[in-house]
């Protein structure tokens, strides 16, 4: 049987993007920590080297290929030194684009699509709220009808990349209360009344810029209305397998990274005149995690290939094969972490370590894309419990 994951051509991606992330990225990766932010270059570095756009179709300006081979490029990237917060800022038009390209409107298309995967502009995905957590259908950023524009008034908090935004795709309410009254709208953040109340700091995805939104009469064509009015809670729910099935990869890339990490500062660290390796109770810590680091892997990677292949995103099959992979993968990932770093000692306490900033990173992996408990849930009421 053909390992999909192995076609020559996918081969060449991940060789391709591991050496670019070993060349362009890692070296740079502790300033932009430090820095709190990505520059604006690396969008066009990447996608002139053809990585941005995976993903997305041609024919809106992207480099083609499927969650398969969006979930390459995550694997490689974080395997050779990246980062999921770099991840997380980098690719966060994967979260803020697939609405527009589904609503199909070629006006919206071209003006934020195809830039935005040249490399030109940043996008933005803006749904949570001071207070409202997991809860998508019960936001209150209101857009009231004014002519030919809507009016925006609320607040978004934890929104990715929205510091450095060109353009904010936005949860709004512009009906009843409940998920019936939701639309979603393309806001410039150079309109006014936009503004980035707060820049967040955060444990981890320091390299991530987060923010606080504030909208106060924010006037927007209705042309920037993405879909029906009253109509973007399922463009939003359409999203969450891709999402979430994203962050499981992102954990057990992280899983094998730290365990890559942990494996050669234990053949090298010495201790009591032996290598650290030769500890069995080191060895153990490994298989340990390795186990955990395949058995995310392959329920994370059926559950991708299954989505791959249909073109229903609310099969409920799909949104629970999704849940329950990002919940195994985060689980194993906080396990591996937590291990990398105590097999590092005191060397995986110090912020120079790669080993801290995986740690710190992991975190948000269980919180971000629906929460554990909430996936949960989900997943006990598609099973029928």
């Not at 503004?195 to 606080?212: A, I």
């Not at 120079?352 to 269980?366: F, K, M, Q, T």
Request: with cysteine.
């Amino acid at each position: 049987m053909t390992d999909r994951w192995a076609t020559p051509e996918r081969i060449a991606l991940r060789e391709a993007v591991a050496a670019f992330t070993r060349d362009r990225i890692a070296p740079h990766l502790p300033q932009w920590e430090d820095d709190g932010q990505l520059p604006r270059s690396l969008h066009r570095e990447t996608a002139a080297a053809g990585f941005l756009g995976i993903g997305f179709e041609e024919k809106v300006g992207g480099d083609g290929g499927d969650l398969i081979d969006i979930s390459i490029v995550s694997e490689a990237i974080v395997e050779n030194g990246g980062s999921t917060g770099l991840l997380a800022s980098l690719y966060t038009h994967g979260i803020a684009l697939p609405h527009i390209v589904e609503a199909g409107n070629a006006e919206l298309i071209d003006r934020y699509v195809r830039p935005t995967l040249a490399g030109e502009l940043i996008g933005s995905l803006g749904i949570t709220e001071p207070g409202g957590g997991s809860n998508v259908a019960g936001i209150t950023t209101r857009a009231a009808r004014d002519g030919g524009d809507f009016v925006v008034n609320g607040a978004k908090t934890f929104i990715t990349s929205s510091v450095r935004a060109d353009f904010v795709t936005t949860a709004v309410r512009t009906g009843e209360a409940g998920h019936g009254g939701i639309s979603l709208l393309v806001i410039d953040t150079d309109t006014p009344g936009f503004s980035v109340s707060r820049n967040l700091r955060k444990m981890g995805w320091h390299c991530s810029d987060t923010g606080e939104l504030a909208f106060d009469d924010v006037r927007v064509p209705a042309a920037n209305l993405v879909g029906e009015e009253n109509g973007g809670f399922y463009l939003v729910m359409q999203q969450f397998v891709t999402e979430r099935l994203s962050l499981a990869v992102q954990a057990y890339a992280t899983c094998q990274r730290a365990l890559d990490l942990a494996v050669g500062y234990a053949r090298e660290r010495e201790t009591f005149g032996r290598p650290l390796i030769s500890r069995q109770v080191i060895r153990h810590k490994l298989v340990e995690m390795h186990r955990r680091t395949e058995a995310a892997r392959a329920l994370t990677r059926r559950a991708i290939e299954r989505a791959a292949d249909s073109g229903d995103k609310t099969d409920p099959q799909l949104i629970l094969d999704a849940a329950i992979a990002k919940n195994q993968a985060v689980e194993a990932v906080e396990w591996v972490v937590n291990e990398a770093v105590q097999i590092f000692g005191g060397m995986g306490y110090m912020r120079e370590s790669e080993i801290d900033r995986h740690y710190r990173d992991a975190r948000l992996l269980g919180i971000g894309g629906g929460a554990t408990e909430v996936l949960n849930d989900l997943a006990a009421k598609l099973l029928g419990y």
